[in-house]
């Protein structure tokens, strides 16, 4: 089933906070990303606002941190609604960054993930798995499997009584929904795919993602011998392309909603992912907002942010079986 979010047209006016903060976000990207591969963490850190966890509640949602793996900095935030003893269904996250920026911890991503506690009425999960090109492929994927585990062996004391892992979802974006497809999920929104062809998105548009960045991302993200060896149509980038997984006979793969973006230069890739879920076979949902960039709903001055966690609530319900909250 495909949806359109909002009407397409010329690209939007942006609020002035919303572009100066994309601006700053290229140009810091740009400047980290270094011509021998690795990544400058100490400007990074310098721009890395994050929030601590607040067991007192804020905005209705109180949180804290549980540590999986210390020797590998392996831990997640865990957010609780506290408006409602039911059962409440629970969605792992994964945040965005390339593989190679970004935390669990950071602002932008404590702040979106307390409105998906709050807004879909779960408990939420956000994951801060390791970061290329420091830690390369499969390490992020491997992560994302132990903290499943993790949860699924020590839930009692690790989440709270009324969750309920018989509704659980893995979501993410950008990379973070790439890291849920590899670990099973899902919430993709607005993947982070490629492939060695160049799209005509990827040709068309640059605002906060471009090829130039993308190729930078990928090198940083596969061991060398195998970015050598596959290039861009590496399995784990190009997920529905030449050495793409035979999900057809996979019984148990989710439903899946794709959400894209219409200014998103990623966003050819991300319709073919959609387009394969359904050529396999499986239950798959598409969103589109077409007057919107890459990475929009972390922006809670945009409607179209808060009309995406609309769509979520609507489809994690659906899934449940629960009714509106």
Request: proline share 6%.
């Amino acid at each position: 089933m495909e949806l359109t979010a909002n009407n397409p047209q010329k690209p939007p006016s942006l609020p002035w906070k919303t572009r100066i903060v994309l601006s700053v976000l290229a140009t810091v990207t740009d400047a980290s990303q270094r011509r021998d591969g690795t990544v400058n963490r100490r400007l990074l850190k310098l721009f890395n606002f994050t929030s601590p966890p607040n067991a007192k509640p804020v905005n209705g949602v109180k949180s804290h941190d549980v540590t999986v793996d210390p020797t590998r900095n392996l831990w997640f935030r865990t957010f609780v609604p506290t408006a409602t003893t039911q059962l409440l269904p629970v969605i792992v996250f994964f945040h965005g960054g390339g593989f190679v920026y970004l935390t669990a911890d950071a602002k932008a991503y404590d702040a979106v993930c307390r409105r998906f506690a709050r807004k879909v009425s779960a408990v939420v999960v956000s994951v801060n798995y390791r970061l290329a090109p420091e830690h390369r492929c499969p390490a992020q994927y491997d992560d994302g499997f132990d903290v499943l585990k993790f949860l699924d062996e020590r839930k009692s004391g690790v989440l709270p009584e009324n969750a309920d892992l018989s509704c659980c979802f893995l979501a993410g974006d950008s990379a973070g929904a790439n890291l849920a497809h590899n670990v099973i999920g899902l919430v993709a929104i607005q993947p982070f795919f490629g492939g060695e062809e160049r799209t005509d998105s990827e040709k068309r548009l640059s605002l906060l993602v471009s090829m130039d960045r993308t190729d930078w991302l990928w090198n940083a993200f596969l061991p060398s011998g195998e970015a050598a060896a596959a290039g861009r149509d590496h399995e784990a980038i190009n997920v529905c392309g030449p050495r793409a997984a035979d999900i057809s006979k996979v019984d148990q793969f989710p439903a899946t909603v794709v959400f894209v973006g219409g200014l998103d230069a990623l966003q050819d890739w991300q319709r073919r992912y959609y387009e394969w879920l359904k050529r396999s076979g499986k239950e798959a949902y598409l969103v589109e907002y077409p007057n919107m960039f890459h990475a929009f709903y972390i922006f809670p001055e945009l409607p179209e942010s808060r009309e995406l966690i609309s769509q979520v609530t609507e489809f994690v319900h659906k899934q449940c079986q629960l009714p509106d909250r």
